[in-house]
């Protein structure tokens, strides 16, 4: 699973994806393409108080952040969540949450021999 | 749009368990090069003084050679201790990308031994609560499979 993402991520560095979110309209398109399965440039626009020319900027840069991806379908596009996108974020996080858990298990053991 | 949430925010790990033995003991494995070698990494050119650098060398990525550079930061006997712990490269996503945090442990005497929490703080996270409570599927797996491998871990 890993192996994919990583090729996908590799060209959107962590500062794209940082960059893709900071702007809190674009955030707000990227939590509204989450929480719906799918969902058009059009659907996106209405409700959001700026124009569709501006969604789509928006929807340019979290594509290029990797964190959606779009599939057309006759005249609309329709956008969906790429969330594996924001794993660079985490990655690194992960890997320590688990070095560390290991490194206790390992303290204890030591702590056994040389206090039993 | 407010500019709170224009800003990044840093997310910690904690460890937090009860060892049998006490704070002496521990802070003796936490703060000595030769034991800190056989639990945590081997640490080069270490003393748990304030403002002493020493690095662990861990595995490379990419531009990254793997070395961690730490500088104490705080050493206070039997009950807390801190170091900057920094590496990884710009040029990384994932493992081995820039980090600048900081490891402290606490420790703290109970009844059947002592407390001890780590807290390895700074990971720079967006602040984006909705997308990550609202992931779909992939990510809830992702997350369940490190949940998994913690959980195995501790048991």
Not at chain 1, 21 to 43: G, N, Q
Not at chain 1, 81 to 106: C, I, K, T
Request: aromatic residues 8%; contains cysteine.
């Amino acid at each position: 699973m890993y192996t994919n993402l990583l090729v996908v991520s590799n060209a959107a560095t962590i500062d794209t994806i940082m960059r893709a979110l900071a702007d809190p309209t674009r955030r707000a398109v990227f939590e509204r393409i989450v929480s719906s399965d799918e969902i058009s440039v059009v659907e996106l626009t209405r409700g959001s108080g700026v124009t569709q020319g501006a969604i789509s900027q928006h929807l340019k840069s979290l594509k290029r952040a990797g964190l959606v991806t779009e599939r057309p379908e006759g005249r609309n596009v329709y956008y969906h969540a790429q969330p594996e996108g924001l794993a660079p974020l985490v990655d690194w996080m992960s890997h320590y949450g688990v070095f560390w858990r290991e490194r206790f298990a390992n303290l204890r053991t030591l702590l056994k021999e040389i206090d039993p | 749009m407010n500019d709170a949430a224009l800003k990044s925010e840093t997310q910690d790990i904690v460890v937090d368990e009860v060892f049998p033995h006490s704070p002496e003991t521990i802070w003796k494995t936490l703060t000595t090069a030769n034991l800190m070698g056989r639990w945590l990494m081997i640490p080069t050119g270490f003393e748990p003084a304030e403002g002493k650098h020493f690095t662990y060398k861990t595995t490379p990525a990419g531009a990254w050679d793997g070395t961690i550079h730490c500088q104490v930061l705080e050493v206070k006997p039997h009950e807390r201790f801190s170091y900057a712990w920094k590496g990884g490269h710009e040029g990384n996503v994932g493992y081995g990308s820039r980090l600048d945090t900081v490891v402290t442990f606490i420790l703290s005497k109970v009844e059947n031994g002592t407390r001890l929490r780590l807290i390895h703080s700074g990971f720079a996270l967006p602040k984006n609560d909705i997308a990550f409570k609202n992931m779909s599927e992939g990510w809830k797996k992702v997350i369940g499979n490190l949940g998994a491998i913690a959980g195995e871990q501790q048991a």
